[in-house]
Antibody, heavy 118, light 110 residues
Framework: QVQLVQSGAEVKKPGASVKVSCQAS????????IYWVRQAPGQRLEWMGW????????IYSPRFQGRVTITRDTSATTAYMDLSSLTSEDTAVYYC???????????WGQGTLVTVSS | QSALTQPASVSGSPGQSITISCTGT?????????VSWYQQHPGKAPKLMIY???KRPSGVSNRFSGSKSGNTASLTISGLQAEDEADYYC??????????FGGGTKLTVL
């Protein structure tokens, strides 16, 4: 079965960067993109961007453009989301997700809590 | 890219039906038939309930249905059950390979 397993919780200081990983299994990694979505405490879901795991092309939300970098390692069937210049407003749970057709998000990782605090 | 507009909360009694609206613009909900709905229980990852406006993934109860009219999509849950109490989010394709989520709606089963 499809599994997306994310890295563990992180605590970062303002101004730092964080890199969250998402290891995929149960399907052909390069046949599906990986999306990243975040959710601040008590807040809505926010789409951050996605990566074509086959060719590495990326699309980012304008809100995060310039601060987010999504990459992948096909040999490790793992996608990564790197967010820089962190502020307290970046404290959130970050999810990776595997899409199906029609711009839907079929499968989700368990989420990674990133806390930004001085 | 502004968030889609959802009511903050809705409620209903067991067995009743409720509808959650999701209002976008002619650039997202109104232009594309790619609205999806997600259920999220506290502390859990979202779960896909409806895609392409009205299609249900395998395993999702037929008590959940979706529709769209103009710039507004809707999720209807019939025969409310206690387990339906959760947050619900709509999401629309917004062109140029981007997505936009709604603000979320908290469903309370009375």
């Amino acid at each position: 079965q499809v599994q997306l397993v994310q890295s563990g919780a992180e605590v970062k200081k303002p101004g730092a960067s964080v890199k969250v990983s998402c290891q995929a299994s149960g399907y052909t990694f390069t046949s599906y993109a990986i999306y990243w979505v975040r959710q601040a405490p008590g807040q809505r879901l926010e789409w951050m961007g996605w990566i074509n795991t086959d060719d590495g092309n990326t699309i980012y939300s304008p809100r995060f453009q310039g601060r987010v970098t999504i990459t992948r390692d096909t040999s490790a069937t793992t996608a990564y989301m790197d967010l820089s210049s962190l502020t307290s407003e970046d404290t959130a749970v970050y999810y990776c997700s595997r899409p199906g057709g029609g711009w839907r998000l079929d499968d989700w990782g368990q989420g990674t809590l990133v806390t930004v605090s001085s | 890219q502004s968030a889609l507009t959802q009511p903050a909360s809705v409620s209903g009694s067991p067995g009743q039906s409720i509808t959650i609206s999701c209002t976008g613009t002619s650039s997202d909900v109104g232009r594309y038939n790619f609205v999806s709905w997600y259920q999220q229980h506290p502390g859990k990852a979202p779960k896909l309930m409806i895609y392409e406006g009205s299609k249900r993934p395998s395993g999702v109860s037929n008590r959940f249905s979706g529709s769209k009219s103009g710039n507004t999509a809707s999720l209807t849950i019939s025969g409310l059950q206690a387990e339906d109490e959760a947050d619900y989010y709509c999401c629309s394709y917004a062109g140029s390979s981007t997505l936009v989520f709604g603000g979320g709606t908290k469903l309370t089963v009375l």
